[in-house]
Each structure stands twice: as C-alpha cells, then as structure tokens.
C-alpha cells in the first residue's frame, strides 16, 4: 500500500518560473491537505480539499493555486515561483470521519533561485 | 486564534534517561490532539491521537497524556533511535477538520 506519494522530492527553480508538484493517495480519502514546512516552524496549510471539486483556501494561500478533479490526486501548482516559495512541501490526506488521522506523504523540497 | 506551543525547542538526553515534551494549546474547542514523529528529510508519521482530558495513551517508549490545557509526550528510557522532531498538533472546532500544528521539539538521544 503505497499510502500519499509526492513527485517531484526535489526541485530547483528559477524566479519567475513555474511548477506543479504533484499528490497522489490510494486510500481512497475524500480530504485532502497541503502544507509548507519552513526551518524552525511548523507546518502551515496552503490549501485544503474535502473531495474532488471542492477546495479552499487555508492559512498561506498566497501564490499558489490548487485544483481536485479526481479523488486520488492534489495536484499544487506555482505560479512566478518567489525566493519565499523555498521550502518544503507536504500532502496528506485523511477519511471521512470525525477526527481521522491525517497521512503525510515524504515531501517535495523547493528551492527558487 | 488557535495557538499550539511546544516545549523545549530542543532536548538532548542520554540513552536511558527519561524525560518529557510538553505541548500547550489555546482553542476554541478542542476535538482532538495528535502527536507525530518525524525523522530528518521524510513526513511527519503518526504516533497518537488524544480527544479528552485525562485520556492516556502509549506506543514502546512513549506515552501521551492530555489535561484541558496541555499534552505531554513522556518518554521513558530512550534509545538513539528515538531521535527525531516530535510534532504536536490540534482539531479545533469547525467544518473543516484543519490540523494547527506547534513548532516541534527536535529530540536528541546520545548513546
């Protein structure tokens, strides 16, 4: 069971560039989370999915873009990638009920140069 | 706002020597607290989840406790392999099932 897996794990990118970093579960989750991990804090969430179609917005949105057309994949797209985008990235997903445990996938670590 | 603050941001022990990680919360309600371990380079594993106060839970070495205020990780004669950063986290109140997560506590065991 191959659980949340993340592609790229590393990635140099150019100012102004941009990327997609991909999230896939085979867990058959309905929510589904991503978050930055800069050095020395915690884990912020960028955007949140509660099922395919449905996203929103959690507490660093700014400069990135989300979409959710399958149950399986969250994909997180870069747009003009930013010096402040260097960080590492971090998808999970969790079921449906009430308090279920959020599964980490192994990170994407980004540098924008 | 919902705050988690964990303490110390760092912790060396001995092989053998027990101690604890404290993780304090400020929520509108509490839904639950989890607590992760996570190893340099790869994601955050989870180790408990905790719902009400005087609830305990334990995993080997380790035991979770939770007061209304606060959770505990206690960890009793650690091996190096115990080292890792330690990650609290809390649900608060609401649809959206958000996790907010402290700061971490890196843990270092020396043989």
């Known amino acids: 069971n191959a659980g949340v897996t993340q592609t790229p794990k590393f990635r140099i990118l150019k100012i102004g560039q941009s990327m997609t970093l991909q999230c896939t579960q085979d867990m058959n989750h309905n929510y589904m989370y991503w978050y930055r991990q800069d050095p020395g804090m915690g884990l912020k969430l960028i955007y949140y999915?509660?099922?395919?179609?449905?996203?929103d917005k959690g507490e660093v949105p700014n400069g990135y873009n989300v979409s959710r057309s399958t149950t399986e994949d969250f994909p997180l797209r870069l747009e003009l990638a930013a010096p402040s985008q260097t960080s590492v990235y971090f998808c999970a997903s969790r079921g449906g009920q009430l308090g279920n445990i959020q599964y980490f996938g192994a990170g994407t670590r980004l540098s924008v140069l | 706002e919902d705050q988690v603050t964990q303490s110390p941001e760092a912790l060396r022990l001995q092989e053998g020597e027990s101690s604890s990680l404290n993780c304090s919360y400020t929520v509108s309600g509490l839904r639950g607290l989890f607590w992760y371990r996570q190893d340099p380079g790869k994601g955050p594993e989870f180790l408990f989840t905790l719902y009400s106060a005087g609830e305990e839970k334990e995993k080997e070495r380790l035991k979770a406790t939770l007061t209304k205020k606060e959770s505990f990780l206690h960890i009793t004669a650690p091996k190096p392999e115990d080292s890792a950063t330690y990650l609290c986290a809390v649900i608060t109140q609401g649809g959206s099932e958000k996790l907010v997560f402290g700061k971490g506590t890196k843990l270092t065991v020396n043989p």
């Open positions: 999915s509660v099922g395919a179609g449905i996203t």
